[in-house]
């Protein structure tokens, strides 16, 4: 069982960043690879950027690239998502989440556990 904790969200200006956290419970954090997802008002909760369990192996969807960065420290059972640049339609609510797997998960089904989430708002 793992669980996940979120921070860092906020409310923020476009052109501002956030960084957002995810600590995880547990001491097989490491055989995790993780996930953050987004979800807006009236919309799916779609994939933003996924890591593998090392942090050698990276996704971020088309709409983030460039702006939106996750990594991970292992030691600190820590994923984190990097995010600049941000703009009105990053608007969302941010989930984490964690897949009992060494590889990318890129869909929603593949996660086996998720955090409460953290709201982050940009206003311009």
């Known amino acids: 069982q793992v669980q996940l904790v979120e921070s860092g969200g906020g409310l923020v200006q476009a052109g501002g960043s956030l960084r957002l956290s995810c600590a995880a419970s547990?001491?097989?954090?490491?055989?995790?690879?993780m996930g953050w997802f987004r979800q807006a008002p009236g919309k799916e909760r779609d994939i933003v950027a996924a890591i593998n369990w090392g942090g050698g192996t990276t996704y971020h969807a088309n709409s983030v690239k460039g702006r939106l960065t996750i990594s991970r420290d292992n030691a600190k059972n820590t994923v984190y998502l990097q995010m600049n640049s941000l703009n009105p339609d990053d608007t969302a609510v941010y989930y984490c989440?964690?897949?009992?797997?060494?590889?990318?998960?890129?869909?929603?089904?593949?996660?086996?556990?998720w955090g409460q989430g953290t709201q982050v708002t940009v206003f311009s």
């Open positions: 989440a964690a897949r009992k797997d060494y590889g990318l998960g890129l869909r929603r089904s593949e996660y086996d556990y």
């Open positions: 547990g001491r097989t954090f490491s055989r995790y690879a």
